[in-house]
């Protein structure tokens, strides 16, 4: 379900990835793989980017004094790969992302750990001021490799009907 290989010509074919609002189903769950294995590169760079000058992301002595005993990965990354992950699967035919709502972070990220996610859909409703289109809600998890859920949160998004997305209309 993730990509699909459209026909645009005479044996030729164009990967398409994501899911129009008919095919989610209230209840199903989607696992986003492959996992992702988070980096000290990776921790840094983010953090600097994004101008967290919080000690504990960054600095290995500060973080040996916390309860942690070394220096944890910026939440903020842990968010935005888990959702990264989903988005070939569940997003990536969006619209336009409408709210992330109850993010929880339920346990540490460590350098080293391999973060996997899974959607939940929630609801599902077409718009009342857009036809075509249809906001799905899902309920996210990233998952450590040792099976204990780090983050989850719900996200709500605009999702175009079949044949109405953007790379439907796409002639390139």
């Known amino acids: 379900m993730v990509a699909e290989a459209k026909r645009v010509g005479d044996k030729r074919f164009r990967e398409s990835y994501g899911r129009y609002f008919e095919d989610f189903e209230i209840g199903d769950v989607y696992e986003h793989r492959p996992g992702r294995t988070i980096t000290e590169t990776d921790n840094t760079w983010f953090t600097l980017l994004t101008m967290n000058q919080h000690p504990l992301h960054f600095d290995k002595e ?3 004094k916390t309860e942690f005993g070394k220096v944890l990965v910026n939440s903020c990354l842990t968010i935005s790969v888990v959702t990264g992950m989903s988005v070939s699967d569940i997003s990536q035919k969006t619209i336009a992302n409408l709210g992330w709502d109850k993010v929880r972070l339920s346990g540490p990220v ?16 077409e718009s ?3 036809p075509n289109q249809g906001i799905v809600s899902v309920e996210t998890k990233g998952i450590k490799q040792d099976e204990s859920v780090v983050i989850s949160f719900e996200r709500s998004m605009l999702i175009p009907f079949k044949g109405h997305a953007i790379d439907d209309q796409m002639d390139y």
Do not use: H, I
């Open 62 to 64: 500060y973080g040996a």
């Open 110 to 125: 460590f350098v080293g750990d391999t973060l996997y996610a899974e959607s939940q859909v929630l609801s599902k409703r």
């Open 128 to 130: 009342n001021s857009r």
